[in-house]
């Protein structure tokens, strides 16, 4: 049965709340991952929090090691999107982004163009806040994803 692997590290706290919200409504299983404690409110069975050690990529990896086909990925790594793509799960972002084979390419190249002029000293800025848009965004799509699985 499909479930969802939360890329947790830098997942909004609304983001969190929408999926804890998807899960009791609906049963869907919910792997947080993350290199810190992610506490999982009582009164969510099907949810978890997975701790891995510090280190680069460690929840990036065990995410793609771990979700199978039709699974859905959240998260804002593009080069774990990418991986799990390749494996057959559904990506979204944060931001209520569905992330596709036919896209993934392009996000990539943008985020290796954005990576060689930071490191050749360019101040590109971090990611702008959530809004309220992408945060109902998100959840949209989510629900579309929910609708769509087998029972």
């Known amino acids: 049965m499909a479930m969802i692997w939360v890329d947790a590290d830098a997942c909004p706290k609304a983001i969190k709340e929408i999926l804890l919200r998807a899960s009791k409504r609906t049963g869907i ?35 793609e090691e771990q979700s199978e086909p039709n699974d859905l990925v959240i998260t804002q790594d593009i080069p774990l999107a990418d991986a799990v793509l390749t494996k057959g799960a559904k990506v979204i972002n944060t931001r209520g982004q569905s992330l596709t084979k036919e896209n993934i390419k392009q996000r990539l190249n943008m985020r290796d163009f954005l990576e060689m002029m930071r490191s050749s000293g360019v101040q590109t800025g971090g990611p702008k806040a959530l809004c309220p848009r992408e945060i109902q965004d998100f959840a949209n799509v989510l629900d579309r994803w929910l609708a769509k699985i087998p029972k």
């Open 29 to 63: 299983e919910i792997t947080f991952v993350a290199n810190h404690h992610i506490p999982i409110p009582s009164g969510y069975p099907q949810v978890k929090s997975v701790t891995v050690s510090t280190g680069f990529d460690v929840a990036d990896d065990l995410i």
